[in-house]
């Protein structure tokens, strides 16, 4: 199974500024994608980072909110840009396996809280 | 709309029972199933995947599908204190690449008392 990490764990910012959140894999990953977690709900989709090509987002979330990077396959860095209070949230990396059944793992997460 | 539907518990069971969780999608051209087990503040850990109807067991855990009825479920064996975590059963549409998005439902809670 792939080992994922996440920088920052947590974070408390203001509102208006922006936080980019990196996730790292310990091996090559064609898909990595991007969640949102809100407190005592399930996991909501931000977008799916492909190496080598434009992220693809889901609805509701835009590329100008939360610009992604996929530089290579080990690595990928979500922003979350002007930021209001509604953006504090759990966000979570995941990486899905090369193999069947395409596994995903997914990061420790970042806490994130706007003031 | 892709749909995949828990009971949100929470589900109680004494230490040493069987805990049943239940699961059902909405989309018939789903491949692949997993189980996560979620503790609170931490993130989401991969516990069992199937994709191929009946069961599969490993260790105290087996999962259970059958694709007719849309449904799958996870059943914990001699359920410990330690199983206390919130279930998130994820159903994918294809077979990973491009088809890889996972459709979480929204998790049951499972606390096991000593």
């Known amino acids: 199974s792939a080992v994922i990490s996440q920088k920052p764990s947590r974070d408390i910012c203001q509102r208006g500024t922006s936080l980019t959140i990196q996730c790292q894999v310990d091996s090559q990953v064609t898909m990595m994608f991007w969640y949102r977690q809100q407190p005592g709900q399930s996991l909501t989709l931000i977008a799916t980072a492909n190496q080598g090509s434009e992220a693809t987002y889901e609805s509701g979330f835009v590329i100008d909110k939360f610009p992604i990077s996929r530089p290579n396959l080990t690595f990928s860095t979500l922003t979350v840009s002007n930021m209001s209070p509604e953006d504090s949230s759990i966000y979570l990396c995941?990486?899905?396996?090369?193999?069947?059944?395409?596994?995903?793992?997914f990061g420790p997460g970042t806490r994130l809280t706007v003031t | 709309q892709k749909e995949v539907e828990q009971n949100s518990g929470p589900l109680s069971v004494p230490e040493g029972a069987i805990a049943s969780l239940n699961c059902t999608y909405s989309d018939r051209g789903s491949q692949s199933f997993f189980w996560y087990r979620q503790y609170s503040g931490k993130s989401p850990e991969l516990i069992m995947f199937?994709?191929?109807?009946g069961d599969k067991e490993d260790g105290r855990f087996t999962a259970q599908l059958n694709k007719a009825s849309q449904y799958v479920s996870l059943l914990i064996r001699d359920s410990q204190p330690s199983d206390s975590a919130t279930y998130l059963c994820a159903v994918m549409l294809g077979y990973g690449g491009s088809q890889g998005n996972l459709i979480f439902g929204k998790g049951t809670k499972l606390s096991v008392k000593p």
């Open positions: 199937i994709y191929s109807n």
């Open positions: 995941s990486a899905e396996q090369t193999l069947a059944p395409y596994e995903q793992y």
